[in-house]
Nanobody, 125 residues
Framework: QVQLEESGGGSVQTGGSLRLSCAAS????????MAWFRQAPGKEREFVAF????????SYRDSVKGRFTISRDNAKNTVYLLMNSLKPDDTGVYYC??????????????????WGQGTQVTVSS
């Protein structure tokens, strides 16, 4: 089992920044791919960003490229999502996910085995 716990959500105005954290614990997860997804009210959950624990390979959805940065701290078993230049369209519940076989192009939520409880991000105009 892998346990994931997100933190760092909140409310900001357009153009603001937030940094989300995902603390991982449990069985060995160094071989897992880690991702952030988000879900806005009435919409499907969508991929945001991905990173591997080992090599730090990353990928992003097009709408967040240049604004969001995913990173990891192996010593702290924590994955981060730094979000700059936030827009109202970025509003939603952000989830951390771990997938044993996930890779840089794993953008379907069903490719991930473990999920955190989510943290709310609200961007006002």
């Amino acid at each position: 089992q892998v346990q994931l716990e997100e933190s760092g959500g909140g409310s900001v105005q357009t153009g603001g920044s937030l940094r989300l954290s995902c603390a991982a614990s449990g069985r060995t997860f160094s071989t897992y791919g880690m991702a952030w997804f988000r879900q806005a009210p009435g919409k499907e959950r969508e991929f945001v960003a991905f990173i591997t624990w080992s090599a730090g390979i990353t990928s992003y959805r097009d709408s967040v490229k240049g604004r969001f940065t995913i990173s990891r701290d192996n010593a702290k078993n924590t994955v981060y999502l730094l979000m700059n230049s936030l827009k109202p369209d970025d509003t939603g519940v952000y989830y951390c996910a771990a997938g044993l076989r996930a890779s840089w192009d794993s953008r379907n939520q069903y490719e991930y085995n473990y999920w955190g409880q989510g943290t709310q991000v609200t961007v006002s105009s």
